[in-house]
Structures are given as structure tokens and as C-alpha cells.
């Protein structure tokens, strides 16, 4: 979105952005629509709703996967210009217990098909790449568990 195309956001959507940024700041992931209605004290959801796609057509707000608890602030204005690897603390939050999930899942069953055990040898690579060597290393344990249970 070009300079010259950003359209500043109300009083009421500056209001709402300031505190979904720290809600995240705090929290590591984003507040949902009914906590947001409760702290500025909107009087639906639906209000909240209204304001957040308005941002979102704004360039003021993304929703990375399309769920809950995934809006991230934007700055209109650098937004295009922002290419690099380095990951926040609330990314490396929200991204780690995503890993966690895909993990518990191969976990829950008695034998792990191969498949599922090379996705998770992708999740952990990717955690490397982005040089969250840490978090990778976290999980490389539970990856061994789940490769035993399997019987490899």
C-alpha cells in the first residue's frame, strides 16, 4: 500500500489497535473479539467486528490464518518494506505452540505414521531457519519419543 493510500484510523480504531497491541505485548497472542468488547466497552461484538475489518481494509491489521486470536498490528506504511527472518518474542510464542499442537497430536496415537513424523522433522527445521535453534532443540526429545513409539 502506497504512502499516499494510508488512511489514518479514527479515535476509536487508534484506541482499539493501541490496546490489541498491548494485549499482544503482554500476552503473546492476540485478545479475542469479546475481550476487546469488554475492555472499551463496545456493546456488541459485532461492533468489534466492524471495527477490525475496517482496520484490516485499512492496512492496519492483518489476520494471519484466518482464527482466533490471530490479528497482528501493521504499520501501513512500512509494511511492504519489512522483509526479514527475525522473529518476534510474540511470534516465536504463537509459532511454538503451533509446533506443540501438530507434537501432541502425533502423541495422542499408538504408532505415528511415517508421514506425520517427517512434518515434524519440517517444523523443527523450520524453527532452525528462522534461528530459533532452542526452541528446535525442544522439540528434537519428544521427536525421538514419537520415532520409538513408532518403531523406527
Known amino acids: ?3 499516499e493510500d ?3 484510523p479514527t479515535k476509536k480504531q487508534r484506541e482499539l489497535l493501541s490496546y490489541i497491541e498491548e494485549f499482544i505485548a503482554a500476552k503473546g497472542y492476540s485478545p479475542s473479539y469479546r475481550e476487546i ?3 472499551l466497552n463496545y456493546n456488541s461484538v459485532a461492533t468489534v467486528a466492524l471495527h477490525i475489518d475496517n482496520l484490516i481494509k485499512r492496512g492496519h491489521l492483518e489476520k494471519r490464518d484466518h482464527s482466533a486470536r490471530s490479528l497482528e498490528v501493521v504499520d501501513p506504511k512500512t509494511r511492504a518494506a519489512v522483509k526479514t527472518n ?3 518474542p510474540e511470534q516465536e510464542k504463537w509459532l511454538v505452540e503451533k509446533i506443540t499442537y501438530f507434537f501432541d497430536q502425533a502423541e495422542q496415537g499408538a504408532k505415528t505414521p ?3 513424523i517427517d512434518e515434524l522433522y ?3 527445521g ?3 531457519i528462522l534461528g530459533l535453534e532452542g526452541a528446535a532443540q525442544s522439540f528434537i526429545a519428544r521427536l525421538s519419543e514419537i520415532k520409538k513409539k513408532a518403531g523406527e
Do not use: E, H, N, Y
Request: aromatic share 0%.
Open 37 to 39: 468488547m469488554t475492555a
Open 126 to 128: 523450520s524453527l532452525r
Open 1 to 3: 500500500m502506497p504512502k
Open 122 to 124: 519440517v517444523l523443527i
Open 6 to 8: 494510508v488512511i489514518r
Open 114 to 116: 511415517q508421514a506425520k
Open 86 to 88: 527475525v522473529v518476534r
